[in-house]
């Protein structure tokens, strides 16, 4: 078996060591864009298409821009979208009502969707209101529950990001850019809600150099 095929007969599990030395294994990759508090929202924010060695690890962990270096490759079973719990929910649903998101692999869309209709499955939880003055501010909302049953997998429709071909996925305006209002004051317990913080995950398994 060559890396980045994988039969339709046969998906393997745990650490499995294949020709030209490939550890074949479940592995997530993520990418974070964000934007400020007061400002308006782009037509286009792309993802993927930075490194961990360029915008640091807890932005993405990607080694190479919109590729998967050779001889590595992925196979893709579920995208999601995690919105940060510190943005205000009303640019959370703004958002996820004004834009849509594609995933490109080479020249074609192979996935697109609304935000919401691909949570990510992660995310903190358990926020209690106060008798504080802002206790209006102490709440959040996630993209779907924060648990990894509440994702949509495509473990039968796998998508494959073959070694040093482009992929790329592009969450486009289609309707009206949001306006994210103003960083809102917090108690000293909290931290300041406002803009936009939103991640994208990728799940499945890859095929990793072992050398």
Do not use: C, Q
């Given at each position: 078996m060559t890396p980045g095929t994988y039969p339709s007969n046969s998906i393997p599990s745990g650490n499995v060591f294949v020709q030209d030395m490939i550890d074949r294994?479940?592995?997530?990759?993520?990418?974070r864009q964000t934007a400020a508090a007061g400002t308006t929202t782009g037509p286009l924010y792309a993802y993927f298409n930075t490194t961990a060695g360029a915008s640091g690890k807890n932005i993405t962990n990607l080694l190479q821009a919109n590729r998967v270096p050779?001889?590595?490759?992925?196979?893709?079973?579920?995208?999601?979208?995690?919105?940060?719990?510190?943005?205000?929910?009303?640019?959370?649903?703004?958002?996820?009502?004004?834009?849509?998101?594609?995933?490109?692999?080479?020249?074609?869309i192979f996935i697109e969707g609304i935000l919401d209709q691909y949570p990510a499955g992660c995310g903190l939880s358990?926020?209690?209101a106060t008798n504080h003055a802002t206790t209006a501010l102490i709440q959040s909302t996630n993209n779907g529950d924060p648990s990894l049953l509440a994702q949509r997998r495509f473990n039968d429709w796998p998508r494959i990001?073959?070694?040093?071909?482009?992929?790329?996925?592009?969450?486009?305006?289609?309707?009206t850019a949001v306006a994210l209002?103003?960083?809102v004051a917090s108690t000293?317990?909290?931290?300041?809600?406002?803009?936009?913080?939103?991640?994208?995950?990728?799940?499945g398994l890859y095929d990793a150099s072992v050398q």
């Open positions: 294994g479940p592995r997530l990759i993520w990418h050779p001889p590595e490759a992925m196979m893709l079973m579920s995208l999601g979208f995690r919105f940060a719990v510190n943005m205000l929910p009303a640019d959370t649903i703004a958002f996820i009502d004004a834009y849509y998101f594609e995933l490109v692999i080479g020249r074609k358990g926020w209690a990001i073959p070694a040093n071909v482009y992929f790329e996925v592009d969450v486009k305006l289609g309707g209002a103003a960083s000293v317990v909290s931290p300041a809600y406002g803009g936009l913080n939103l991640r994208v995950d990728g799940d």
